[in-house]
């Protein structure tokens, strides 16, 4: 299945074919090759304020993990309806149905889900 690699920080240098390499190696030796996975870098600031909104532990740490797919197909099924995040007003019309929808699947699910652009304006 797939691998996407994202460095979202400028601090420590990523070279992103070498490390594709590597976790595919990983995923083939564990045997779980049947699943996409999503690798993020980010500084300590963002995976801080992730961590805070996620965890409710307002500290930098050097991992997170979580299935993602739920936020994600929101996230893109509101672009499909026509909500944009352009601009600040359109942000917030696309951020509160986000929420209304990810709030109701959390409900449902027991999950603590929150928008993928929370804390973007």
């Known amino acids: 299945m797939s691998l996407v690699i994202k ?3 400028r601090v420590v240098p990523i070279r992103r074919m070498p ?3 590597k976790m595919d190696l990983v995923r083939s030796i564990l045997g ?12 300590n600031k963002n995976i801080q ?9 307002n500290v930098p740490t050097d991992v997170l993990s979580f299935p993602f797919h739920e936020v994600t197909a ?11 995040h352009s601009s600040e007003a359109e942000w917030q019309k ?7 929808v990810l709030e109701e699947l959390s409900r449902h699910t027991g999950a603590r889900l929150q928008p993928l ?3 973007l304006y």
């Open 7 to 9: 460095n979202l920080q």
């Open 19 to 21: 490390l594709r390499r």
């Open 32 to 43: 779980v090759k049947k699943f996409d996975l999503g690798i993020i870098c980010v500084d």
């Open 49 to 57: 304020n992730i961590n805070r909104i996620y965890r409710n532990k």
């Open 74 to 84: 929101t996230h893109g099924l509101c672009h499909l309806l026509g909500f944009t």
């Open 94 to 100: 696309m951020y509160n149905q986000e929420k209304l």
């Open 117 to 119: 652009s929370r804390g």
